[in-house]
């Protein structure tokens, strides 16, 4: 299958600190790639890159062969490009409900003209965002929250409605920024069938996670991140087993 | 006009007149890079420093020693009260910063009116003359305000300087401005230092209040004005740029006064607004200068910056 | 009568302009403070083309929506390319830089302010017509508002302000909606400014000054930030608090500062021992199609 997502030559440092070392990665349709290495890394820094919130010093990214270089953040989400957070970004004073439809694809309610004088066509865009978000949020084993706000809900649960309103953007590319810290029992079942169905779907899906075991399980392929740069790439099995890359994680 | 002793003698006045600039735009520079507010209720406790100075010595004709350590002492007991019983309970609720603002800003504007209603609109110094005895140095006229006002400011600042540098204490204050979390987990008191942040922004902008009522009138909305300058020096500067500020302040008073040369009188008042906005749109982040900060201090703020949220400038929002 | 009429009419407009600022600083979450700097923008545009270009009063009203429309947005447009904090810098240096350049320009009539601008409406419908025509303007600016923060928009506003990053990384453009909604409410802060040029004929630059800004803010915080409700009901109390304290007849340097310490002080207070307003504000947005008998709404939330 071919890349969904394409980094090429990409640099990045932050006064004397290179957070991004020449990475060079290719996402596929359909598959999920785990990003392992230890802290400061620079894994985060890579989602923010492709993301458009950090400008890269050098190097080009592409999505489904456009260039996204120069763009806004959401500009580039609009083209299909989705992630979540690690510390969740949910918004606080709206229901789970909202906070999914606010992440739609399709969201005429931005537009203040639209919503002023063409309310017809607004609330019937609406209706279906709402729908949708119903769709998913079953399909998260959300339900019951849809009326419910943040507060309520316990962190693991947080953690599945940043999935779930990653998932309004019908994206191509689905970028997990550590959804498994913190989260335990139920929701970690939910989570694994989710990203699977949504590759299945033939999304391109890039995992940072500290949890071996959820990588392991979850992964067709892992890279190994190491000071800004990509060490190895491989089958997650082969780069947990070898002993460099494990000393690098945990050693220093 | 344009000769070179008319511009020897701007510069000379600039630098002079820089040294109150210098003080209200680091302790308005120190309080947003430590606590991370735009703290203008410093503009409360400039009018309070200045007015109680006035008050001890016109009114009630007690001499200058006296009444400026009680003015800097009433200074610091309304920036003690402001933290204590303002900034630490909105800290605690985790408000929005829109909240801090209003505060702040309610603060600065509640004291404007208490001092007109108290010492009416009018125009008043702190002594009585606030014309000093002048010394011709070759062309350039040397008032006997310049030396001392000069050596107070930047005695003030290398104080401050080798304070946040050298002390325990400072070293907390550079601390909890690079990351309050992390400055915690090592067993810093927070609370105190952004109190004692509080106390050294309160007393700065005292002191420099006391130099600028030395010289020039003041109304109870000066103090407005002049925060205001002390804001674009401190964006000019680059926020959390203490140094930068300083040198900003400096530059700012250079302008102003060189402006006497190009501007009428009546738009003289106009000009801060019109560099304000010139900041805004040119130089967003600030010029780019030499920092005064150990190697550690600008290390962890990348690595901060690489792993989290890069957006701009201070804590937009308190998460 | 008459003096009523007058009053009803300051008030019509102070509801106006507090309904647009809570747009702006409750509802979309942006800090600024410069909202009686475009009430000033609209007025003396206004005023100014009637009585200096003989411009038909209703042209010149609209001029100044479309002037002060116009404004706010160059004002706010590089402010907002770097962050919030900069848009309250920049509404603090328009709001008192406009104040000074009003002063000194010889076309607005300086510091003396500008007199005999032409009355609108008044010879033919009298005080009591204008106070109905103020208040039917008012209460469509309420319901308006309130229509688009409970649309789909409102949302969308109430999501940027909880967190602008994330709201632009869902693909929503968070400059689009800022942009829209400083210039919606200040265009109608310019048009609350031709309805008061027009029937007062006369004003000065002082009249518009930062004690506006702290007028407005109380009335917001204090009438209930982030409700459609509050702001008319802070409006109306803070206009009613000041005139009562008119007829104790003290001298202009007393008044002037009690006013303003009657409104710092009633919204410091308020924040700290009510911070949810007169109106109690729902932390949790609500949009009209929820009203519908669909949710049941048990939102138990701390503020």
């Not at chain 1, 989400?77 to 606080?92: C, K, P, V």
């Not at chain 2, 302008?255 to 304000?276: D, G, K, R």
Request: charged share 15%; aromatic share 10%.
């Amino acid at each position: 299958m071919s890349a969904v997502l394409e980094i090429d030559g990409v640099n990045k440092s932050f006064g004397g600190i290179r957070v991004a070392h020449d990475v060079t990665l290719a996402l596929s349709g359909g598959k999920v790639l785990g990003l392992i290495g230890p802290n400061g890394a620079g894994k985060t820094s890579l989602f923010n890159l492709v993301c458009g919130i950090v400008k890269p010093d050098s190097g080009t990214v592409r999505l489904n062969g456009q260039v996204l270089d120069g763009m806004k953040p959401y500009e580039r989400a609009r083209l299909g490009l989705s992630r979540t957070w690690q510390h969740i970004r949910l918004m606080s004073s709206l229901t789970v409900l909202d906070n999914l439809i606010v992440g739609a694809r399709d969201y005429p309610g931005e537009n203040l003209a639209r919503v002023l004088f063409s309310v017809g066509s607004t609330n019937a865009a609406a209706r279906r965002n709402a729908e949708k978000a119903r769709d998913i949020l079953a399909r998260c084993g959300l339900e019951d929250t849809a009326d419910k706000t943040l507060s309520d809900l316990p962190y693991g649960r947080q953690k599945l409605v940043g999935v779930a309103r990653a998932m309004m953007n019908d994206a191509s590319c689905l970028l997990l920024d550590e959804p498994m810290a913190g989260v335990e029992g139920q929701s970690y079942a939910t989570m694994q069938k989710v990203v699977r169905e949504a590759a299945a779907a033939g999304v391109a899906v890039g995992v940072v996670e500290h949890n071996v075991a959820f990588i392991r399980d979850l992964c067709d392929e892992g890279v190994f991140m190491f000071s800004g740069r990509i060490l190895a790439r491989g089958t997650v099995e082969g780069l947990i087993s070898d002993p460099r890359l494990t000393e690098l994680y945990f050693g220093t | 006009m344009f000769d070179l002793a008319t511009i020897m003698q701007i510069l000379w006045t600039s630098v002079a007149t820089s040294s109150y600039y210098v003080l209200f735009a680091l302790s308005f520079a120190l309080a947003l890079k430590v606590n991370k507010v735009f703290n203008f209720t410093q503009a409360a406790v400039m009018s309070v420093a200045f007015y109680t100075a006035y008050g001890c010595v016109q009114l009630l004709d007690w001499p200058a020693f006296i009444a400026l350590p009680l003015a800097l002492v009433a200074a610091l007991v309304l920036s003690w009260f402001i933290e204590v019983f303002g900034f630490s309970i909105l800290r605690e609720r985790k408000v929005e910063m829109l909240f801090v603002f209003i505060f702040t800003f309610m603060v600065s504007q509640l004291t404007v009116y208490l001092i007109s209603l108290a010492f009416g609109t009018w125009s008043h110094t702190i002594f009585q003359s606030m014309f000093w005895p002048v010394t011709l140095v070759g062309p350039i006229a040397i008032s006997g305000w310049d030396i001392p006002a000069l050596v107070v400011a930047f005695g003030s600042a290398a104080i401050l300087f080798a304070f946040l540098r050298f002390s325990r204490w400072g070293q907390f204050m550079v601390a909890v401005s690079d990351n309050p979390d992390l400055a915690e987990l090592y067993g810093i008191e927070k609370r105190k230092v952004y109190l004692l942040t509080i106390l050294i922004a309160g007393a700065l902008a005292a002191i420099g209040m006391f130099l600028y009522g030395m010289r020039a009138q003041v109304q109870p909305r000066t103090s407005l004005d002049l925060m205001l300058f002390a804001t674009v020096a401190t964006i000019i500067g680059g926020i959390g740029n203490l140094f930068g500020a300083l040198i900003a302040a400096v530059g700012l008073a250079v302008i102003q006064n060189a402006s006497i040369l190009f501007i009428s009188s009546e738009w003289q008042a106009f000009l801060v607004y019109a560099i304000l906005f010139a900041t805004i749109i040119f130089l967003p982040g600030g010029l780019r200068m030499p920092k005064f900060g150990t190697r550690f201090e600008t290390k962890t703020r990348e690595i901060s910056l690489a792993e989290e949220t890069p957006s701009a400038p201070p804590s937009t929002r308190a998460e | 009568m008459e003096y009523l009429y007058i009053v009803m009419i300051s008030l019509g407009i102070y509801v106006i302009l507090a309904s647009s600022f809570n747009f702006v600083i409750g509802e979309a979450g942006l800090i600024s403070i410069a909202h009686p700097a475009f009430f000033a923008t609209g007025a003396y545009v206004s005023a100014i083309a009637a009585l200096r270009y003989g411009v038909p009063i209703p042209l010149a009203m609209l001029l100044a929506v479309v002037v002060t429309f116009l404004v706010s947005v160059i004002i706010s447009l590089p402010a907002l390319r770097v962050s919030g904090d900069y848009l309250m810098i920049a509404s603090i240096g328009f709001q008192l830089g406009l104040i000074e350049l009003l002063k000194n320009l010889a076309i607005t009539g300086g510091a003396g302010g500008l007199s005999g601008i032409p009355s609108f409406l008044v010879p033919q419908i009298g005080n009591g017509g204008y106070a109905a025509v103020v208040w039917a303007c008012a209460i469509a600016v309420v319901l308006v508002l309130r229509y688009i923060t409970r649309s789909d928009y409102g949302r969308a506003m109430s999501a940027m302000r909880d967190d602008e990053l994330a709201f632009a990384s869902l693909g929503r453009n968070p400059m689009w909606v800022k942009l829209w909604v400083i210039g919606l409410a200040s265009a109608i802060a310019g048009f609350a400014g031709a309805l008061y040029a027009h029937f007062f004929r006369f004003m000065e630059p002082d009249q518009f000054d930062v004690l506006q800004s702290a007028a407005l803010l109380t009335m917001v915080v204090v009438g209930g930030m982030r409700t459609s409700l509050g702001p008319v009901v802070g409006a109306v109390l803070l206009q009613i608090l000041p005139q009562a304290i008119t007829f104790l007849n003290l001298p202009p340097s007393v008044l002037g500062p009690l006013q303003g310490i009657l409104f710092t002080g009633l919204v410091l207070g308020f924040m700290f021992f009510r911070p949810r307003g007169i109106v109690r504000m729902d932390p949790v947005w609500k949009g009209a199609l929820q009203d519908a008998p669909a949710s049941g709404g048990t939102h138990v939330r701390g503020a």
